[in-house]
């Protein structure tokens, strides 16, 4: 029996790109290179990373709109609580609808120190669902907010994770997108029990195609997500190997990504960290083509 290995329909799947600022003329090129190559997959949106302490608040909005005006791609601007007053909120919040901006994708962020505890501004935002409420009272954005299969570092529980990220939906927000994870079951039991709640809002699967092992368990161990020890062993011996580690990083992703399809799952989300190549061929091998090809 010759059964296809991936088995994405042509027009069946949708997936969103995630961006980061760049901080330099070079890595700006790279990131349009990015946007560029992307584009043709028609993706339901792209969204811009705030930087921690919204150290990026220029550059995320300058990306979004060149993205908006040049690309014509819908674009999602991320934004935090961190470091920031409601009336200021208010104010980049009214430039981004200004700008022709209508989807934010809504968070606390996080201390600026690694491992701080989150500290609210005196006049501001003490976590993601009261920033929904703040936003939806600015105007009518549409909203996506983060989620949690592995729970949040800073929840009591999981249940107690899963009941703020009702609260988020229940602000407004239309959708959640997770937080990367490497175990497709895993995902299927957060859908499970966010359902068990009472939340209907779709929830979209965060992919981060990984490459170095190293790097991606930097940022994982703070922010709810782990790499598991079968990863060491795929990437062993293959650090002066980047093209290996680049099949192998697609071949990871895309096998976690054909196991979500064969689960339900129809929308993804990458982490592409302003790199096209691994989103593309992922993309590609669940059926997606260009549109209008
Ligand atoms: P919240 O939903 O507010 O939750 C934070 C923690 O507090 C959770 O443990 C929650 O359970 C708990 N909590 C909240 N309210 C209550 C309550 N009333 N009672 C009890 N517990 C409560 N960070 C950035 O700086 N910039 C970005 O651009 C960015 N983009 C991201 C995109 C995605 C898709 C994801 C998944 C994360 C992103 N982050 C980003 C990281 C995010 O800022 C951190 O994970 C942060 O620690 C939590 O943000 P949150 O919006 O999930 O917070």
Not at 62 to 81: F, K, N, S, Y
């Given at each position: 029996?010759?059964?296809?290995l991936?088995?994405?329909?042509?027009?069946?799947?949708s997936?969103?790109?995630?961006?980061?600022?760049?901080?330099?003329e070079?890595?700006?090129?790279?990131?349009?290179?990015?946007?560029s190559?992307?584009k043709?997959?028609?993706?339901?949106?792209v969204?811009?990373?705030?930087?921690?302490?919204?150290s990026?608040?220029?550059?995320?909005?300058a990306?979004?709109?060149?993205?908006?005006?040049?690309?014509g791609?819908?674009?999602?601007?991320h934004?935090?609580c961190?470091?920031?007053?409601?009336?200021?909120?208010?104010e980049?919040a009214?430039?981004y609808?200004?700008?022709?901006?209508?989807?934010?994708?809504?968070?606390?962020?996080?201390?600026g120190?690694?491992?701080?505890?989150f500290?609210p501004?005196p006049?501001?935002?003490a976590?993601?669902?009261?920033?929904?409420?703040?936003?939806k009272?600015?105007?009518?954005?549409?909203?996506s907010?983060?989620?949690?299969p592995?729970?949040?570092?800073d929840?009591?529980c999981?249940?107690?994770?899963?009941?703020?990220?009702?609260?988020?939906?229940?602000?407004?927000?239309?959708r959640?997108i997770?937080?990367f994870?490497?175990?497709a079951?895993?995902f299927?039991?957060?859908?499970?029990?966010?359902?068990?709640?009472?939340?209907?809002?779709?929830?979209?699967p965060g992919?981060?195609?990984?490459?170095?092992?190293?790097?991606?368990r930097?940022?994982?161990?703070?922010?709810?997500?782990?790499?598991?020890a079968?990863?060491?062993?795929?990437f062993?011996?293959?650090?002066?190997?980047?093209?290996?580690?680049?099949?192998?990083?697609?071949?990871?992703?895309?096998?976690?990504?054909?196991?979500?399809?064969?689960?339900?799952?129809?929308d993804?989300?990458?982490?592409?960290?302003?790199?096209?190549?691994?989103?593309?061929?992922?993309?590609h091998?669940l059926g997606m083509?260009p549109?209008?090809?």
């Amino acid at each position: 029996h010759d059964a296809p290995l991936f088995s994405g329909l042509p027009g069946d799947i949708s997936a969103s790109f995630e961006f980061f600022p760049p901080k330099t003329e070079k890595m700006e090129a790279k990131l349009w290179d990015a946007v560029s190559e992307l584009k043709p997959l028609g993706p339901s949106f792209v969204s811009v990373t705030y930087g921690a302490g919204g150290s990026t608040r220029e550059r995320t909005h300058a990306t979004v709109a060149r993205i908006i005006d040049e690309a014509g791609l819908p674009a999602a601007a991320h934004l935090t609580c961190v470091g920031a007053s409601k009336a200021e909120i208010r104010e980049v919040a009214e430039h981004y609808w200004e700008a022709g901006v209508r989807h934010i994708v809504a968070l606390r962020g996080d201390a600026g120190e690694p491992g701080a505890p989150f500290t609210p501004h005196p006049d501001g935002y003490a976590s993601a669902a009261d920033l929904v409420a703040g936003l939806k009272d600015i105007a009518d954005f549409d909203i996506s907010v983060a989620a949690y299969p592995e729970t949040h570092p800073d929840a009591d529980c999981p249940q107690a994770d899963l009941d703020n990220l009702k609260r988020k939906l229940d602000a407004g927000a239309s959708r959640a997108i997770t937080q990367f994870f490497f175990s497709a079951e895993t995902f299927f039991r957060f859908r499970d029990e966010a359902a068990a709640c009472g939340i209907a809002a779709p929830i979209i699967p965060g992919i981060l195609p990984v490459t170095n092992v190293a790097q991606a368990r930097k940022f994982a161990g703070a922010c709810g997500a782990e790499i598991p020890a079968w990863m060491d062993g795929l990437f062993e011996g293959l650090d002066a190997r980047p093209a290996a580690r680049q099949l192998v990083a697609a071949t990871v992703a895309a096998e976690l990504c054909r196991r979500l399809y064969a689960g339900g799952v129809r929308d993804y989300h990458f982490y592409t960290l302003n790199r096209a190549d691994l989103a593309y061929a992922i993309c590609h091998m669940l059926g997606m083509r260009p549109t209008g090809a």
